[in-house]
Structure formats: structure tokens, C-alpha cells
């Protein structure tokens, strides 16, 4: 039997997915709310799949609840946040989640850190709580490192056909777990140790984040010498070994705006590249506030509560709101002492900032300009109701007239 312990984002669809494969698991999370929810036979997120999945896995028999469990193998998918100040992961959440695993874990049992860490923390924070607790790793306890590559809004697919990494301390236990993962997952599997597979999963993002910061980077030249972005991007990508991503609004969510901190945060005389490029990102929402005003001032505007940000989570189609480029430009709104800018997401219920709409006609009724910071399909699928608006498409996929951009 698996013991997932975290059953948010990450963990609650690799529980359903395990579970929907043949594999007995019991999903902790200590949030009671969650639990109960989870009992009551309803999902906690939206995601493409998922309550199809949650459906398949109920059937199986996965069982949710706020305690630990006696059993041989645990995945720990709690949260891993980065230190504000130092940038260094902060693995509070993972320590706390295996030191309760001891608690009842019995001898032979192997715990799987799922959780993304930096290169190392397995050994600095990980390793000494197994030891305090009298076992002896390798022998009483395994230890594993399985980081997870999916994507909101895919994760279902994802989980299915992503290739993963597996570090182990020990190649046979690896590989036990490594079958254990190929009960659904029809990628190929590399079984490595694991300072090298807690390494990859932070690069990972960090080449994302780069690439990001270096396409944010050429809107800022760009807008500053106004030349057209993307009509230079399209163009440099016809170059057989050049591949420009799109610049965007900012960044957000659980990976890319944190992940890279991590080795600024470790490797702080090394990682200048990194650091450079996650204040690039991080600035971006600042340098749309100031595009509004620009734009504003064109048009003789100057009653910021006409315009509204259409957008407020990270991604499209999702519903995960962390560190989304919205909610840091809101913050930054505050600082500048501003205030009034209207916000509508089709993906938000709940009301969760100031001025915020839950129907689209609602809010294009109480706006001029509209900033598209998030590419819902509700906005492709609805550009001719921005007819007769100001419009700053951070993302490029408005063909109205005189649209303007980042
Ligand atoms: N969200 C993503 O897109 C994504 C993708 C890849 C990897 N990751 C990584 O996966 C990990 C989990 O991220 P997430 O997005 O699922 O986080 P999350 O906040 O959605 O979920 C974490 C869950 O863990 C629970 N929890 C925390 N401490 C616990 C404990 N001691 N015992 C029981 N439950 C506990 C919380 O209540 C919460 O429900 C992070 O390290 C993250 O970086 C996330």
C-alpha cells in the first residue's frame, strides 16, 4: 500500500492516478477542509480529467484521510517554498511530513520526497531527521527522490506520458520504485541518485524560466525602440537553431517563479544568469502597470477603476491563482499608492481581491481598457465583445484594430 502525504496539486492526481492503476493508496493531507471534501466525493481543483480520474480511483477503492498510515511506502508531495530573503528552498513543509512518517513508519518502509528541493536538501534537512529517529537509511528506511514534471491544465495526460527521474540512494530500490510509477506512467523512467535527480528537476525550470526572461527581455528593447516583438520573434524562428518563446505579463505558479530562486539562493557568486533573469520575469507585471498608463494617457484616460484586468490566475484554463502576474500587479498597484482597477476571471469564484467580477458582460460594462493577462479560451472565444475598447493584449492574440501590446 502507497501513502500519499499532500494531496494538493501534485499529489491528489499521482494518488488518483496510482490508485486507477491497480495500486492501493490512501491519501493524508492534514487540511481537515480538503479531507472532508475529498470524502464527500468531490475534487478539490479543476483540471481537465480529473473527476473522470477521481471517479476511476474511487472505484479502485482509494481512501482519503487526515492520519498517517503503517505501510511500506510513502510519497511526500507537500509544498516547497523559497525563503524570501536568503532564495534558498525552504524545505519546512517536507521536514515536518517526514518526521510524522516516522512516527509510524515501520522498518523496511521507503519514503519518496516527491516535493521539489534544491540539489542537496535531501541530504542537509532529510537524511538527519531519519538518523535522529534511530533508523539507518538504506537498511530501515529507503529514501527516494521522485520530482514531478506535469503542468496544470495537463496533468492527467501529463502524469500518463511524461518521461520521469527517479534518484535513489541504492540502484535496486530505484528501480522498485520506478515500477511502482510504471503502473501508469508510460514514459521512459531514469533511475539516477539523488542530488542528480533533485539537480534536473530544478534546472528544468530554470531553462524554462530563462527562456522566458529572454523573450520579456526583447519586448522591453523593443518597446523601448518601438520595433514589433513578435514580428522579430516569428522571424528569428524561421532560423533553423533559434527558438524565441513568447514574452508574457510575468510569471506564476508553483515551478518556474520559484524553482530557480533555489540556486540563486545556493550558488548566489555562480547563478548570476538565473538571477538576472527571475528579476527580468518578476518585473514584468510593474512594466505592464506602467504600459496602462502609457496607454491611459494616449487615450485621455485617467480613472483607473475603468480599467480591468481580464485574468487572474497564472496560466490559462486553470485555477490556480499562485504568484499569478495579476495578483503581483494588483500588489504593485497598492504600492504605488493606486487603486481601483476592476478584475473579472471566468476560472475564480470566489471573490479574492477588491473590484472583482464573476460574469464577462458584468465587467467589459464597467471598463474602457481591458488588459488581457491571462489567454483563458473564454477570451479567444469572446474578442468581439473587446470591440469598441482600448486593449493591451499581453499575450498576443487579439486581431482587433489598434490593439495594443506589452
Ligand atoms: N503545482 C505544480 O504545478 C507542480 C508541478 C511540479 C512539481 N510541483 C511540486 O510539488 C510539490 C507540491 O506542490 P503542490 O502544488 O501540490 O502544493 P499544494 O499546496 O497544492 O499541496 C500541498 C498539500 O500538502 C498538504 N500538506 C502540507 N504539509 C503536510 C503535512 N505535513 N502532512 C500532510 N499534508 C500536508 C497541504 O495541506 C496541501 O494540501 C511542491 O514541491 C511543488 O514545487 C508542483
Not at 474511487?58 to 505501510?71: C, D, H, N, R, S
Not at 542537509?124 to 528506511?141: H, M, Q, S, T
Not at 518521461?163 to 541504492?170: H, P, S, V
Request: proline share 4%; with cysteine.
Amino acid at each position: 500500500m502507497i501513502n500519499v502525504i499532500g494531496l494538493g496539486y501534485i499529489g491528489l492526481p499521482t494518488a488518483l492516478m496510482m490508485a486507477s492503476h491497480g495500486v492501493e493508496v490512501i491519501g493524508t493531507d492534514y487540511n481537515k477542509e480538503l479531507v472532508a471534501t475529498l470524502i464527500s466525493g468531490h475534487t478539490t481543483f479543476k483540471e481537465t480529467g480529473l473527476d473522470e480520474l477521481f471517479q476511476e480511483a474511487l472505484a479502485a477503492g482509494i481512501k482519503f484521510t487526515t492520519e498517517y498510515q503503517v505501510t511500506d511506502m510513502y510519497v511526500v508531495s507537500v509544498p516547497t517554498p523559497y525563503d524570501k530573503f536568503s532564495k534558498k528552498v525552504d524545505a519546512c513543509y517536507v521536514i515536518a511530513a517526514v518526521k510524522d512518517v516516522l512516527q509510524v513508519a515501520p522498518k523496511g518502509a521507503t519514503i519518496v520526497i516527491e516535493s521539489t528541493v534544491s540539489p542537496g536538501t535531501i541530504e542537509k534537512y532529510v537524511r538527519p531527521e531519519i538518523e535522529k529517529a534511530g533508523f539507518v537509511i538504506g537498511k530501515d528506511i529507503n529514501l527516494v527522490h521522485a520530482p514531478e514534471r506535469i503542468i496544470p491544465g495537463n496533468m492527467v495526460y501529463e502524469l500518463l506520458h511524461n518521461n520521469r527521474t527517479i534518484g535513489a540512494d541504492d540502484k535496486a530500490i530505484g528501480e522498485r520504485v520506478k515500477n511502482v510509477y510504471a503502473s501508469f506512467c508510460q514514459g521512459e523512467i531514469v533511475v539516477t541518485d539523488i542530488k542528480t535527480a533533485e539537480m534536473t528537476k530544478v534546472v528544468e525550470n530554470t531553462f524554462r524560466a530563462v527562456n522566458i526572461a529572454f523573450a520579456n527581455e526583447l519586448a522591453k528593447i523593443c518597446r523601448h525602440d518601438n520595433m514589433d516583438v513578435y514580428e522579430i520573434i516569428k522571424i528569428c524562428n524561421m532560423h533553423p537553431r533559434v527558438n524565441i518563446l513568447q514574452p508574457g505579463p510575468g510569471v506564476g505558479g508553483h515551478c518556474i517563479s520559484v524553482d530557480p530562486w533555489f540556486l540563486v539562493g545556493d550558488y548566489p557568486s555562480l547563478a548570476k544568469v538565473i538571477d538576472e533573469s527571475m528579476k527580468t520575469n518578476d518585473g514584468m507585471p510593474d512594466f505592464v502597470l506602467n504600459r496602462i498608463y502609457e496607454i491611459m494617457r494616449d487615450n485621455g484616460m485617467s480613472d483607473l477603476s475603468r480599467v480591468g484586468l481580464y485574468g487572474l490566475t497564472y496560466k490559462e484554463n486553470v485555477d490556480d491563482m499562485r504568484e499569478s502576474p495579476t495578483l503581483q500587479l494588483l500588489e504593485s498597484q497598492a504600492r504605488h499608492l493606486a487603486k481601483g482597477l476592476k478584475v473579472y476571471d471566468p476560472f475564480i469564484d470566489k471573490d479574492v481581491v477588491p473590484g472583482q467580477y464573476h460574469d464577462l458582460n458584468d465587467f467589459l460594462a464597467e471598463v474602457d481598457l481591458v488588459v488581457i493577462m491571462v489567454k483563458h479560451n473564454e477570451i479567444k472565444e469572446n474578442m468581439n465583445k473587446l470591440v469598441g475598447k482600448v486593449i493591451l493584449d499581453c499575450h498576443n492574440i487579439c486581431d482587433l484594430p489598434g490593439v495594443y501590446h506589452i
